[in-house]
């Protein structure tokens, strides 16, 4: 006989989590989460030695010696402006056919430039042309049938005074005469308006060739070949109103803004140092030639304009012999204080270098100077001068060839290590 089969009964037990295996994964978990702190707090403890211990960035410049003869009295900066600057247009609007020039070329004045299409111009010429001589021709068979008329006329004379014709044949010759005069004058007035007309066109075809004003340089190059020109704007974009720009070089000078404030200082024929932002290291002398009487009303500046001159400040140079002065430069100049009121005013002390204003630093109403030496700070109590536009002047306390921060943190101390700015 077959025993019956069991029956199964469901093990819950089998399901609880077992308490070794649940401890050893907590305890898996929170040395994970102390692993985790501690690096953390590494972290954050060398960011933190790294930034306590980064050195102070500071700019620095090297203090310069101190310019001689006449002492400046203002600064200003500007620009090198030609005084003969043209941008040449065409007369007429036409299509170019032809450009004889590039950048940088030197043009004597007459040279050709560029050429416009003249081909209808050219046709009118000759329409007008053919207009005179027909006229001509008019006026010489006038002429021949003026003459013919002449003998008919003296004929018909004789004849009515023979009593031969009558005084009816006489009138009709003499009209025939006067019509045929009246005619050549007509005719001849026409030739003058044909000349008219011819020296019209003819004008009308110079226009076509374009030449330079006077002698200079191209500066730029405005048209190409294929394009419109036009004396005005078209408005459309698609024509050119210039072919080409001319500078003179001989007429380059010096044009400074001076604000208003300080114009009293500017005299006409005053002596000035230039320094072209290109060159620095290089002084042009000059002298102011004029002082324009009106100021700009938002800027509140004066213009004034300065010839370039040689060393005495006395005679004009010719600006176009140097080929580092380009029309356009960005310049800085210095006004110089009159020669012999510099040589009265006797200073106390004379200045031993230069720097720029923001080098100086006040402490408790002391003026102070840090200089930078093996990148290290050294604090120089200096005694300051006269200030000149950005730059002052140091009397004593500091050498001419230090090198003295001018941007910096406040908190910088004497012995500091500091790291220089490229």
């Known amino acids: 006989m077959a025993t019956p089969p069991k029956t199964l009964k ?4 089998s399901l609880r989590i077992n308490d070794a295996k649940r401890k050893k994964s907590s305890s898996a978990k929170r040395w994970i989460w102390i692993a985790l702190l501690v690096l953390v707090v590494a972290l954050a403890a060398v960011a933190s030695s790294a930034f306590f211990n980064r050195k102070p960035e500071v700019e620095v410049v090297t203090a310069r010696k101190p310019a001689t003869g ?11 402006t030609p005084r003969r600057r043209a941008t040449v247009a065409a007369k007429i609007t036409g299509r170019v056919t032809s450009v004889h020039f590039d950048e940088g070329t030197r043009l004597q004045e007459g040279q050709l430039l560029a050429t416009l299409d003249d081909s209808d111009a050219r046709r009118a010429l000759d329409s007008a042309k053919a207009d005179r001589d027909s006229s001509q021709a008019a006026i010489a068979d006038f002429e021949v049938q003026l003459r013919n008329a002449v003998i008919e006329l003296h004929r018909a004379d004789e004849l009515v005074k023979s009593g031969v014709q009558t005084q009816e044949a006489l009138d009709t010759a003499s009209m025939n005469a006067d019509s045929l005069r009246a005619k050549i004058a007509l005719a001849k007035q026409q030739v003058v308006a044909a000349e008219a007309r011819i020296r019209e066109q003819q004008q009308a075809v110079d226009n076509c060739t374009i030449s330079a004003p006077f002698a200079g340089i191209a500066v730029s190059k405005d048209a190409q070949v294929g394009e419109m020109v036009s004396p005005v704007s078209a408005g ?8 080409a720009t001319i ?6 000078e010096i044009e400074v803004d001076v604000s208003e404030a300080y114009i009293a200082r500017v005299k006409p024929d005053q002596g000035v140092n230039a320094t072209l932002d290109a060159y620095p290291d290089v002084v042009f002398p000059g002298k102011v030639r004029t002082v324009i009487p009106t100021a700009d009303r938002q800027k509140a500046t004066v213009k004034v304009r300065i010839s370039f001159t040689d060393d005495n400040h006395v005679t004009l140079f010719d600006p ?3 080929p580092r002065i380009l029309p356009d430069m960005g310049v800085k100049v210095t006004f110089l204080e009159d020669p012999d009121k510099s040589q009265k005013k006797a200073e106390t002390a004379a200045a031993v270098a230069v720097v720029p204003s923001s080098a100086i630093r006040n402490e408790n109403g002391a003026k102070v100077v ?4 093996n990148d290290t700070i050294e604090r120089h109590a200096v005694a300051v001068g006269t200030t000149r536009g950005a730059d002052v002047d140091i009397l004593s306390g500091l050498p001419a060839d230090a090198v003295v921060v001018v941007k910096g943190p406040d908190s910088l101390k004497d012995g500091e290590e500091v790291q220089i700015k490229k």
Do not use: E, Q, W
């Not at 459309?236 to 072919?243: A, D, E, K, P, Y």
């Open 10 to 13: 469901p093990d819950l037990g």
């Open 70 to 80: 006449p002492a400046g009295v203002l600064n200003a900066s500007g620009y090198v």
């Open 236 to 243: 459309g974009g698609f024509t050119r109103t210039g072919i």
């Open 247 to 252: 500078v003179d070089l001989h007429s380059n």
């Open 320 to 322: 176009a012999k140097d």
């Open 370 to 373: 840090f200089v930078v030496k």
